[in-house]
């Protein structure tokens, strides 16, 4: 009896800190695409990780499968540039795997350009816990239109 319920509270106290630590996640992600909204690019640096970075998988003008590169520099400086509610990703969390200070985010999306449906893809976010705030080290993405 002592051992279930040894087993019991650790099971609670585990899934109590996982779900705090997807919590965390979440925020930094959803940092990011508050900063979108909100045309703040200071907010947007804040969710990277220093060295991180950016890539796209898209189609070229003959129908290959590429991947393009952008540097975090640029794309925060760009979400400084954007008046307010001109870039509005709306994501979903779909899955969150977590090991140690390092996870992993799938989000679908929807993409909106003041006020209109521009596309739709999927992020992948790689995160890493760094002096206990979790950091974006690394997003790819699909884009549909």
Same mark, same amino acid.
């Given at each position: 009896?002592? $051992?279930?319920?040894?087993l ?9 800190h996982?779900? /705090?630590?997807?919590?965390?996640i979440?925020?930094?992600v959803?940092?990011?695409f508050t900063?979108?909204r909100?045309?703040?690019?200071a907010?947007a /640096?804040? @969710?990277?990780?220093p ?6 998988? @898209?189609? *070229? ?11 975090? /520099? ?15 990703e709306?994501?979903s969390?779909?899955? $969150?795997?977590i090991d140690?200070d390092m ?5 679908p ?11 739709s893809?999927v992020? /992948?976010?790689?995160?890493?816990r760094l002096q *206990?705030?979790w950091?974006i080290?690394? $997003? $790819? ?5």
């Amino acid at each position: 009896m002592k $051992i279930n319920v040894l087993l019991f509270c650790f099971g609670f106290f585990y899934s109590s800190h996982l779900y /705090a630590q997807e919590a965390e996640i979440q925020q930094t992600v959803n940092q990011l695409f508050t900063a979108m909204r909100n045309g703040d690019s200071a907010l947007a /640096a804040n @969710a990277f990780a220093p060295g991180a970075f950016m890539q796209t998988v @898209a189609k *070229n003008k003959e129908g290959e499968t590429m991947v393009r590169q952008e540097s975090v /520099a640029n794309f925060t400086g760009f979400v400084g540039k954007q008046k307010k509610d001109a870039a509005d990703e709306q994501i979903s969390f779909e899955t $969150i795997r977590i090991d140690g200070d390092m996870a992993f985010v799938w989000t679908p999306y929807k993409f909106f350009w003041n006020g209109t449906f521009s596309h739709s893809g999927v992020n /992948a976010f790689c995160l890493v816990r760094l002096q *206990n705030q979790w950091k974006i080290q690394y $997003i $790819i993405d699909t884009r549909r239109k």
